[in-house]
C-alpha cells in the first residue's frame, strides 16, 4: 500500500483530501501535518511514498522546505496540493523539486489520476498548471516601476511602515504592493521574497 502524509494548515481541507484518497483504495494516508515542522517529524516517523503539500504554511513556505523534507526521506515524492494558480509559482515549485503540482479546484477524477500517476513514479501538473505554465514567457514576472523600488526597499530590510514613511505613501497601499509582489513572485513571506528577488536578479 502507498502511504500518504498530507500537509496543511487547514485541518478541514486536509480531512476531506484524506477521506478521498480513503475512498479511492489508491492509497493511506498515515498522517496529517498543520505546520513544516510537523510534517517533517510525521515523514521521519513514517517514511510515506507521498508528500501532499501545500504552499502557505503557518510556519514557513513549503516550496522552501522541500530540502527539509527530502532530508527527513530521500526517496519521497513530493507533490504541490494548492490554491496558488500563477505560472511563476509553479515554475518555482518544479524547479525546486517537486514531483507534481495539483491545484485543489481540481476534479476527483484529476485527483486520482495525478496521484495513480505519481505513484508509477511520473511527474504529475493538472491540466491547467500545465496549461499556466505553458504561457510563461519568462520565469520573471513584470513588475511596475513602484513594485520594484517597494521590493529594492524590502530587500534593503525596510519595514512596511518605514517603506510607507520614506515613498510618502500610506500603510495599507505599500502593503497591497507587498501583497503583490508576493504573489507574482510566488511565496508567502518576506523571507522568501527577498530570497527570490536576489535570485533572479530583481533588484
Known sequence: MINVVIADDHRIVAEGIARLIQESHAASVVGIAGTIAEAVALIRQQKPHILLLDIAMTDGDGIDAIPRFRQACPQLSIVILTCYA?????????????????L???S???????LTTII???TY????????????????????NREREILQL???GYTIK??????YLGFETVHSYTKSLRQ????????????????????
Open 86 to 102: 500563477e505560472p511563476s509559482v509553479i515554475h518555482r515549485a518544479m524547479q525546486a523539486g517537486a514531483n507534481g503540482y495539483l
Open 162 to 167: 518605514e517603506i510607507a514613511d520614506k515613498l
Open 154 to 156: 524590502i530587500v534593503q
Open 104 to 106: 485543489k479546484n481540481v
Open 184 to 203: 507574482k513572485l510566488g511565496c508567502n513571506n518576506s523571507t522568501s521574497l527577498v530570497r527570490i528577488a536576489i535570485e533572479r536578479h530583481l533588484v
Open 120 to 122: 508509477g513514479g511520473q
Open 108 to 114: 476527483a477524477e484529476e485527483f486520482a489520476e495525478g
Open 125 to 144: 501538473m493538472c491540466i491547467e498548471a500545465r496549461a499556466l505554465l505553458s504561457t510563461m514567457r519568462e520565469v520573471s514576472p513584470a513588475l511596475t
